[in-house]
């Protein structure tokens, strides 16, 4: 294909980026989605098992944050072509080829990541293999995650299909020997099941373990417990080692009993086995003594306890600091509601109360003042008040003033006033407290004493958007959005960004140019393309790209944005209402008349929205147009 070519009417060729054993590789251009992509070209012998019909279907609606996102499935004549997601990083093998080595814990992290992928495909019905993992097919995002690309077409392990495409080094033996027996009909193929992608999830952590391609003479390959890698866990060494086995049979059986064993890794580390001996010690001097014995056992039972709890909060962290905000709040509440961790959440206070911060702040976000309110409180109470730990009655005092109990706020801000709390920390709430008090200028003159105060990035953050709030109740749209715009150069995430995509459509439907209308619209455009590509976008967000769209006259961006949620089984009035509005931008009267059944029949079921609802300019015109379609 050549460059600017525009296939299927949507996907225009921006270059080749590369090849392999079977097809060619584009990076391209969505027109509609406004987004890159990437274009497979299955090579014309690989295409004779494709049935494009239903395996398009099925490839379309994986969904996992480790797999990329399949667009299409396209065939014309005997080529074949796949669409899916154009992923922004770079491979492992690009690493491997800097002489970049990973340490030992990321390594873990990734191998129980991929296995989990491998567990989602081989659930499919029905099963997929993805048959060419190496490190050339797994991506490390801009953002640090890991994604596996580039399915090698398989499907249906119990028909054993043959699988074809293979990659020399990482292929497992009997993939590699069926590929050999190819067009011998009169031979018997070697069955071909989930194995070989363990197989070649091992051998591609083999090299990033040694260093080493392992080689196609399978019986030549040195086993990694047998080198000499005091960094890495036996027991992680002894997994790959029994996932390269060359009897497929020697293997675990399943990608779910490969993770558990990664999972039961914890339990085998050097304090691990230091308790084990010790059991074994007590037991041996049981009749010398049941009290030495019982107090070994116990010591051996609350050591495991707390191996547990730090990987949890490990995993916590993690989460954190990757911005996975759902995974963080159910490892939060699983920690808290886990009985083992009672005691030991007792003795261990600072972990405690970041905890319940953390869901404190997961509720802040979303506007539940009260139960934001209750975990602040039970961080501050367990944590007390000093410069380190003030942080946690700051925003307790800031969420009841939310809340609208601000003499309860002015009272904690006078006891952080009495203590060591620094002066920009009280600044804040005092901004904070002003603006529930409806005092904006007040409230405009503290924010700005705590960014002359040289904040942390944290606060600064929330600086500015507090600044953007009262910007906005003063009428200063522009710099209400220039604001938030130095919040997300601050480092802000989807909130900020959720702040300014609203701000920016505000100033759009206030313009009173069509030039300067478009402007603003177009940067509400870039801001909720950017919020729906999260691995988990809201409604909202979506609901906001179509609206966006719409407004700019992309009635088809809207309708795509919108079929995709009802698709997905989005069960909100507004994706079909906005749909009835377009297919009336449209004059598409006969799609817009079953949109608008639809939008009515939910709203009229859902007693929040109608009692919200009732007077909404929107709402009204959705009903104009159902009674003038008979409704």
């Known amino acids: 294909m050549e460059q600017g070519q525009v296939m299927g009417q949507l996907y225009q060729i921006i270059e080749e980026i590369g090849h392999g054993g079977t097809g060619v590789i584009y990076k391209a251009y969505h027109l509609r989605l406004g987004k890159y992509v990437v274009?497979?070209?299955?090579?014309?012998?690989?295409?004779?098992s494709v049935n494009v019909r239903t395996e398009a279907d099925i490839l379309k609606k994986l969904r996992h944050t480790c797999l990329p996102q399949v667009y299409d499935f396209i065939q014309e004549g005997s080529q074949v072509f796949t669409v899916m997601d154009y992923i922004d990083g770079y491979d492992l093998e690009y690493y491997l080829e800097q002489g970049i080595c990973f340490p030992p814990q990321q390594l873990l992290v990734w191998l129980r990541e991929l296995c989990g992928v491998l567990m989602y495909l081989h659930s499919q019905n029905p099963p997929i293999l993805h048959s060419d993992i190496k490190p050339a097919n797994?991506?490390?995002?801009?953002?640090?995650?890991?994604?596996?690309?580039?399915?090698n077409i398989s499907f249906g392990l119990e028909d054993e299909k043959d699988i074809l495409g293979i990659s020399p080094y990482y292929a497992a033996p009997e993939q590699y020997d069926r590929a050999q027996l190819y067009g011998m009909h009169e031979m018997e193929m070697p069955p071909l099941d989930g194995r070989m992608d363990l197989y070649s999830l091992a051998a591609t952590f083999y090299r990033l373990v040694s260093g080493i391609r392992p080689s196609t003479d399978y019986e030549t390959n040195v086993p990694l417990s047998a080198m000499h890698?005091?960094?890495?866990?036996?027991?992680?060494?002894?997994v790959i080692d029994k996932s390269m086995r060359i009897n497929p049979q020697e293997r675990y059986y399943t990608a779910k009993e490969m993770y558990g064993a990664l999972s039961d890794l914890r339990k085998m580390d050097k304090r691990y086995r230091q308790f084990r001996l010790g059991v074994i010690t007590a037991t041996a001097a049981y009749a010398a003594g049941l009290m030495?014995?019982?107090?070994?056992?116990?010591?051996?039972?609350?050591?495991?306890?707390?191996?547990?709890?730090?990987?949890?909060?490990?995993?916590?962290?993690?989460?954190?600091?990757?911005?996975?905000?759902?995974?963080?709040?159910?490892?939060?509440?699983?920690?808290?509601?886990?009985?083992r961790?009672?005691?030991?959440?007792?003795?261990?206070?600072?972990?405690?109360?970041?905890?319940?911060?953390?869901?404190?702040?997961y509720y802040d976000r979303n506007g539940?003042?009260?139960?934001?309110?209750?975990?602040?409180?039970?961080?501050?109470?367990?944590?007390?008040?000093?410069?380190?730990?003030?942080?946690?009655?700051?925003?307790y005092a800031i969420s009841l003033a939310k809340e609208g109990k601000v003499a309860q706020a002015e009272s904690i801000l006078w006891q952080l006033e009495q203590s060591a709390v620094n002066s920009v920390q009280i600044h804040y709430i005092e901004a904070e407290i002003a603006y529930a008090k409806q005092e904006y200028e007040k409230a405009e003159e503290k924010v700005q004493m705590v960014l002359d105060g040289n904040p942390d990035t944290e606060l600064k953050i929330k600086s500015y958007m507090l600044k953007a709030d009262i910007s906005g109740k003063l009428g200063k749209e522009q710099e209400q959005a220039a604001c938030l715009e130095k919040a997300r150069a601050c480092g802000g995430q989807a909130i900020v960004l959720r702040k300014l995509g609203v701000a920016y459509m505000g100033l759009a439907k206030n313009a009173q140019k069509g030039m300067e209308k478009s402007k603003y619209y177009k940067k509400a455009l870039e801001i909720y393309r950017q919020?729906?590509?999260?691995?988990?976008?809201?409604?909202?967000?979506?609901?906001?790209?179509?609206?966006?769209?719409?407004?700019?006259?992309?009635?088809?961006?809207?309708?795509?944005?919108?079929?995709?949620?009802?698709?997905?089984?989005?069960?909100?009035?507004?994706?079909w209402m906005?749909?009835?509005?377009?297919?009336?931008?449209?004059?598409?009267?006969?799609?817009?008349?079953?949109?608008?059944?639809?939008?009515?029949?939910?709203?009229?079921?859902?007693?929040?929205?109608?009692?919200?609802?009732?007077?909404?300019?929107?709402?009204?015109?959705?009903?104009?147009?159902?009674?003038?379609?008979?409704?």
């Open 229 to 238: 890698l005091p960094e890495f866990a036996p027991e992680f060494l002894h």
């Open 39 to 48: 274009i497979k070209k299955i090579k014309d012998h690989f295409t004779g």
């Open 578 to 631: 906005y749909l009835a509005f377009s297919y009336e931008w449209e004059g598409d009267l006969a799609r817009m008349k079953p949109c608008c059944k639809q939008a009515v029949e939910i709203y009229e079921s859902s007693v929040p929205f109608g009692q919200e609802g009732v007077m909404d300019e929107q709402i009204r015109h959705l009903y104009e147009l159902y009674e003038q379609m008979g409704g």
């Open 368 to 395: 539940d003042y009260a139960n934001a309110s209750a975990y602040y409180r039970d961080a501050a109470e367990i944590s007390g008040l000093s410069a380190e730990t003030g942080i946690y009655s700051r925003d």
């Open 531 to 575: 919020l729906s590509s999260l691995a988990y976008p809201s409604v909202e967000d979506r609901l906001n790209l179509a609206i966006v769209y719409l407004q700019m006259g992309e009635s088809y961006h809207c309708e795509e944005t919108l079929l995709a949620m009802t698709e997905e089984g989005v069960g909100d009035y507004r994706v």
């Open 292 to 339: 030495l014995s019982a107090g070994l056992i116990l010591y051996g039972r609350n050591l495991c306890i707390r191996e547990d709890f730090m990987t949890d909060y490990g995993i916590l962290s993690d989460a954190l600091s990757e911005g996975k905000e759902e995974l963080a709040l159910d490892k939060c509440f699983e920690i808290l509601n886990e009985s």
């Open 138 to 151: 797994i991506m490390v995002t801009s953002e640090d995650n890991i994604c596996l690309i580039d399915f």
């Open 341 to 361: 961790y009672k005691g030991l959440l007792e003795q261990q206070n600072g972990r405690k109360a970041e905890i319940l911060h953390v869901v404190g702040n």
